[in-house]
């Protein structure tokens, strides 16, 4: 019965491959966020999607690519990865106002 | 540069007695104020928050601390349990802006011993 789940947990792949993580939500919430925790461990936000719509793309590389085919799903692809990309991920969803729910985190390698 | 700093990366309490995280923050549009725990292989999960109109809130065994002249707010645990042992994340951010906007500390692993 989770709230925000992702998946893959883990991924470990080669540098220059083309990756995607998913999420989903059942919490009705119509504002989705990704957030990168890098080695520094600072959790710093990539996307936010209101409603299937970007509200606002931090400066990030166009390598990532959100992708939100409804308000329940904020899919995120990655193109030609890089060792620097390697850190944990984590979806969370939230009313405008509301804390954040997050999921459970995808552990990235590139190797 | 770190608008929200918790300055102490571990600690550690005994069983039973009050556990104290700190959290500092520079950006003074700040006024709404956030604390997460996160266990290791999960995502971080709320616990409280507070609004600059007040100087504490409390559920349970959780009571936050704001004290805005010194840009500084605490997180008291009492009486502390070994389930508490986890990461805890500050997080602030301006009340009228949307929760894409809250700004994280680098966490405080806050370990009980039994």
């Known amino acids: 019965d989770t709230a925000v789940s992702q998946t893959p947990k883990y991924l470990v792949t080669q540098m220059g491959n083309d990756k995607s993580i998913k999420c989903e939500q059942n919490?009705?919430?119509?504002?989705m966020y990704w957030y990168k925790q890098d080695s520094k461990k600072f959790l710093k936000i990539m996307f936010s999607?209101?409603?299937?719509?970007?509200?606002i793309n931090e400066t990030v590389p166009n390598r990532f690519s959100p992708k939100s085919p409804d308000k329940a799903h904020l899919n995120l692809h990655i193109n030609s990865l890089e060792l620097g990309d390697s850190a944990v991920y984590f979806c969370a969803s939230s009313l405008p106002q509301g804390p954040l729910h997050f999921g459970n985190g995808t552990r990235l390698t590139v190797t | 540069d770190q608008q929200v700093k918790q300055n102490s990366p571990s600690l550690s309490v005994q069983e039973g007695r009050i556990s104290i995280l700190n959290c500092d923050y520079t950006n003074s549009m700040f006024d709404y104020f956030l604390w997460y725990k996160k266990y290791p292989a999960e995502g971080p999960t709320f616990l409280i928050s507070i609004s600059s109109i007040k100087d504490k809130n409390e559920d349970g065994r959780f009571t936050v601390f704001l004290n805005k002249s010194a840009k500084h707010l605490s997180l008291h645990i009492v009486p502390s349990q070994p389930g508490d042992s986890a990461v805890y994340f500050c997080a602030a951010k301006y009340s009228g802006a949307g929760s894409y906007q809250l700004t994280f500390g680098k966490g405080t692993k806050l370990s009980v011993i039994p």
């Open positions: 999607y209101n409603n299937k719509e970007l509200i």
């Open positions: 919490l009705g919430h119509d504002t």
